[in-house]
């Protein structure tokens, strides 16, 4: 567990070892005995756990079907995780929640929602359906180490999007995207449409637009000419659904670890990706500001219900026509919340959607509401005025805490595209017969000559760049490959290195993963 978000508990009750142990103290002093009072749970979201506040940040995907979701995450962590599937048919038919642990499993849905240390259990509302397209995996990961990613199914277009679901799919997207720290779009290069169905998902995405992030991938399936077309046809269809002024950021790449198809603009694909992991390195930083601003909303909202609710108390007879009188006063909930506003000066988007609530309170008995508890708003007042701007203060040094922790953790994993200082592989490789041969040295030979070694039988990087780039593998594969390759870590290249360095591009353009360590058949020439 991150420290930001661990810390030792101080003995006294008003003292914040952290931002997040702010949170739990001010919340469950100050904000959950307002909610449960004027049952906030029964018209909103339901009341906060400490699991609510632990829960790592998440970053979700969103994207139609074989836009490379699951491919995109399977970069980002260098392995599959447990239950990965890859095809260009809707093959993630689920939400997988890809989680950091001890050991490789996977967690049926249903065993999530009732786990009280994760923040789960508020899904067990969208019904077994769902929880049967529910899961988590399980893996031991540094990326994953102050991070959640949750894999979603491929948004569905043309006929295959009039099959149900069997449950509400929009809806749970809406829940998700209130609570995750970062949604990335995907998009592929060759599939610009917007079906309705995606159209509905991105619009239960509204009103947290600053979280979106577009991506554009398989770019290098396109050439420069056709990406520049491509790009203006994404921003027009993306204009005309998100309908925000603001021109949405839109990273350009293809993330995967295949080879460029179309080469001329790696440079482009490589600066993008390294904007956007580093927009992704930023999640458990600002986390807890986010936490924070979600925090002041909620208390926001708390005290308006309040005020709602002790009104519609109010107005209530003592005896007879209560019925009538309620079916007077929902009609009437436009004048009623301008009647409150003016009276107590509350912010007019501190209230909630007539329509929404309205129907909430069809079900209710307004004569058990309870009346306006004017010492439980005065504190909770008071601690928006003092014990917020001190938690505020407090962020800076615990989002620095966090940065550095996960900085930390992903540099275990040196050489991957999160981290780029390469020093260790990537991934488990298969055991092939070209592992367990020698290197053929004399093959590279001729080619090693003409790249001029200087005296000592050694070329730089910068010489041995171009015959590298010339497979068109990503940059991060290459640094991979250069790290195994310069077996004395020198920054240059003898020929049995060359000679291994060939090998190793050889055996990725053949389709095979990279070997965690050189195979000691290998490591012999060398005298290792």
Partial sequence: MLKWMNKTKSNDGDAYTSTIDGMKKVYKKFVRPLEEMYRYQEFYSPLLTDSDFDAPPTVMLLGQYSTGKTTFIKYLLETDYPGLRIGPEPTTDKFVAIMHGEQDQIIPGNALVVDHKRSYKVLSRFGNNFLQRFEGAIINNPVLQGLTLLDTPGVLSGEKQRISRGYDFTGVVQWFAERVDMIILLFDAHKLDISDEFQRVIEACKGNDTKIRIVLNKADKVTNQQLMRVYGALMWSLGKVLGTPEVARVYIGSFWEEPYQEDENRKLFEMEEEDLFKDIQSVPRGAIVRKLNDLIKRSRLAKTHAYIISHLKNEMP???????????????????????????????????????????????????????????????????????????????????????????????????????????????????????????????????????????????????????????????????????????????????????????????????????????????????
Avoid at 323 to 348: D, Y
Avoid at 400 to 407: I, L, T
């Fill in 318 to 528: 003592a005896v007879f026509g209560k019925e009538a009188k309620q079916k007077q006063l929902i009609n009437n909930l436009p004048a009623i919340f301008a009647q409150i506003q003016k009276a107590t000066g509350l912010s007019a988007g501190d209230f909630p959607k007539i329509e929404e609530f309205a129907e909430v309170l069809k079900t209710c008995d307004f004569s058990t509401f309870k009346k306006l508890n004017p010492t439980m708003i005065e504190a909770l007042d008071k601690m928006m005025s003092t014990e917020l701007p001190r938690l505020m203060s407090q962020v800076p040094q615990d989002q620095e805490v966090a940065h550095e922790d996960y900085m930390m953790n992903i540099k275990k994993r040196q050489g991957g595209v999160m981290f780029d200082n390469d020093t260790t592989p990537f991934g488990m490789g298969e055991t092939l017969d070209i592992l367990n041969a020698p290197v053929p040295v004399k093959d590279y030979q001729y080619e090693f000559e003409q790249l001029g070694p200087d005296e000592d039988g050694k070329i730089t990087g910068t010489q041995a760049k171009k015959t590298m780039q010339d497979s068109k593998l990503p940059n991060t594969t290459l640094k991979r490959i250069w790290t195994l390759g310069d077996v004395d870590g020198d920054g240059k290249l003898d020929i049995n290195e060359f000679a291994i360095i060939k090998h190793l591009m050889k055996l990725k353009l053949d389709g095979h993963e990279l070997p965690v360590e050189l195979p000691k058949v290998w490591r012999e020439p060398l005298g290792l």
